[in-house]
C-alpha cells in the first residue's frame, strides 16, 4: 500500500458546542451517523468526542479533494473503532465512490483532542499494483 492523500483539520471544541446548543438535533443528526451518535451523546467530553469526528470528517473531505460538495454527506464519512480500539474511517455513499475513483482503499486516521481543540490526520492508502 502506498499513500495517496493526506487531509487533516482542527475544530474548536465550543464551536461544536454552541451548534450542538442551537441546533441540537439537526446539527447532530446531520452531520453524525447514529453509530457516531451512540457513542458520543450521553458521555463525559461529549462536545470533545464530536469535535474530533468532525475534524476526521473534514480531514477526508479534503483528502478526498471534495470539500463538502460532489454529493458527499457528512454522514457519508464515519469514524469508527477497530478491535483494539483505535479510530478508523468508514466510508458510504458518494463518499466510498470518490475514494474508490482517486485509488484510496484504506485509511490511516490519528486523532486528538483537549478541552478546547480537536485535530485529525487521515492518509488514504491505496494498492500498489505496480509491484509484484
Request: a negative charge.
Amino acid at each position: 500500500m502506498h499513500a495517496v492523500a493526506h487531509g487533516v483539520d482542527m475544530v474548536e471544541v465550543a464551536r461544536i458546542r454552541e451548534m450542538c446548543a442551537k441546533h441540537p438535533d439537526r446539527f447532530v443528526d446531520r452531520c453524525f451517523t447514529a453509530g457516531e451518535q451512540q457513542y458520543c451523546l450521553g458521555r463525559g467530553r461529549e462536545s470533545e468526542h464530536l469535535a474530533v469526528r468532525f475534524a476526521a470528517k473534514e480531514a477526508v473531505m479534503k483528502a478526498l479533494g471534495t470539500g463538502l460538495s460532489h454529493g458527499i454527506a457528512w454522514t457519508d464519512i464515519e469514524v469508527t473503532k477497530n478491535d483494539l480500539g483505535g479510530p478508523e474511517i468508514a466510508l458510504s455513499g458518494q463518499a466510498a465512490t470518490v475514494a474508490t475513483g482517486n485509488g484510496i482503499a484504506r485509511w490511516l486516521v490519528s486523532l486528538s483532542h483537549t478541552d478546547t481543540m480537536a485535530i485529525a490526520s487521515v492518509i488514504g492508502l491505496g494498492n500498489d499494483t505496480s509491484v509484484t
